[in-house]
């Protein structure tokens, strides 16, 4: 889809999470602040599903087929050291040499956890256990019994009709959503919101598909979810490799003043999506975030995104983010299921309608 020109008036925006102080002037705050990893509106509203219970209409139930989603893990192998020779108790021990302090492990904030059992699978960097979740009470569930897991590295896509729960599900795997029933854990953890929002930002990111853009300088639009900054090397590379360079170099480099008003929609995207590439956060969710990018800016941000190391959700309007995933999964509000591109027109009705839209609109 092409890029929509920029706009002779200043688009609304979202005030920055109350979690961080903004770096710009502020906007009016929202009823519901959000998290400092959530990326909050700007530009034309747009729909989206609420994070309060019963603020929201009904949407179809989803339940899985029966087996669990879930990726197959390779177990790492299993290491031995060498034996030790025992040393006469009459020998002369020799100082032993030093040896220079290897450098620190990340922390469990910054990486998924890894497995503590010798042959054991990894730990998965995103899991739901039999989750079910309404908005209200009395509503019908979004999501029922859903298991589903992503392993460390993946690369998975999510489609399906407009409204089923794709954002939902990105919602609870962020943490901004609580689960009515079942677990959702990333990185062997419960998904929550974090007390902090440095913390917030050191794990996931989540860029909707309004994306927020503030009046501030372009480094500081792009460091607004490193909270320990990033020098410039590592700045200018993550936006050359979403494609935001020419852009930068358009309005005059890291340093110049950024007009939310005079950036199209487009430009406003690869900025934020500039701004989740250099995040230290090792799993990024995706929710509609490249659909005012033509399909060729598309796939070179998706492309940079399945290169940068971490797991990897996209929320995808067009088969080509499909075929690129490593596994697919589809909400039809009846029923998930989830496979590789190439097994899936086989194994699900909406699956083969998608395919087959997406080549007619193609044409």
């Known amino acids: 889809m092409p890029e929509v020109p920029p706009s002779s008036a200043r688009p609304p925006s979202d005030p920055p999470p109350s979690d961080l102080p903004s770096p710009g002037p502020a906007s009016p705050a929202p009823a519901d602040p959000e998290p400092a990893f959530r990326e909050p509106a700007s530009g034309e509203p747009a729909p989206r599903e609420p994070a309060r219970r019963g603020s929201a209409p009904r949407e179809p139930a989803l339940a899985p087929r029966g ?15 060498p034996r030790t020779p025992v040393r006469p108790a009459f020998a002369p021990v020799p100082p032993a040499p030093s040896v220079p302090s290897a450098p620190s492990a990340p922390s469990a904030s910054s990486a998924p956890s890894a497995s503590a059992t010798p042959g054991a699978p ?34 998975l896509v999510v ?53 927020y853009v503030f009046t501030g300088t372009l480094r500081e639009n792009l460091l607004y979810l490193c909270p320990d900054g990033a020098p410039d090397a590592a700045v200018l590379a993550s936006a050359e490799a979403v494609g935001l360079g020419p852009v930068a170099e358009r309005i005059g480099g890291l340093d110049a003043v950024v007009d939310p008003a005079v950036l199209s929609q487009g430009e ?31 796939e070179r941000a998706e492309r940079a995104f399945a290169r940068r190391p971490g797991t990897l959700i996209v929320v995808a309007h ?10 697919v999964l589809v909400m039809d509000g009846v029923h998930a299921v ?3 591109h190439e ?10 309608d998608l395919v087959g839209r997406w080549h007619t609109a193609r044409l």
């Not at 969710?285 to 598309?298: G, I, N, Q, R, S």
């Open 67 to 81: 087996a669990a989603l879930t990726s197959p893990g390779r177990a790492p192998g299993r290491s031995g050291s």
């Open 122 to 155: 990894p730990v998965p960097a995103v899991e739901l256990r039999s989750v079910t979740f309404a908005y209200g009470a009395g509503a019908h569930p979004v999501l029922r019994d859903l298991d589903l897991a992503v392993a460390p590295g993946e690369h």
């Open 159 to 211: 489609v399906g009709p407009s409204g089923i729960g794709k954002s939902t599900l990105t919602g609870l795997v962020a943490g901004l959503l609580v689960p009515d029933r079942g677990e959702v854990r990333v990185g062997g953890r419960p998904a929550r919101i974090s007390p902090s929002a440095a913390d917030a930002a050191r794990e996931r990111v989540l860029i909707p598909q309004q994306a």
């Open 268 to 298: 406003r995207q690869l900025v934020a999506l500039a701004r989740a590439h250099l995040a230290p956060a090792p799993l990024v969710l995706l929710d509609e975030a490249t659909c005012h990018l033509d399909p060729v800016a598309e």
């Open 318 to 327: 067009r088969i080509s983010s499909a075929r690129r995933a490593d596994r």
């Open 338 to 340: 989830c496979g590789r």
């Open 343 to 352: 097994e899936l027109p086989a194994r699900s009705d909406l699956y083969r």
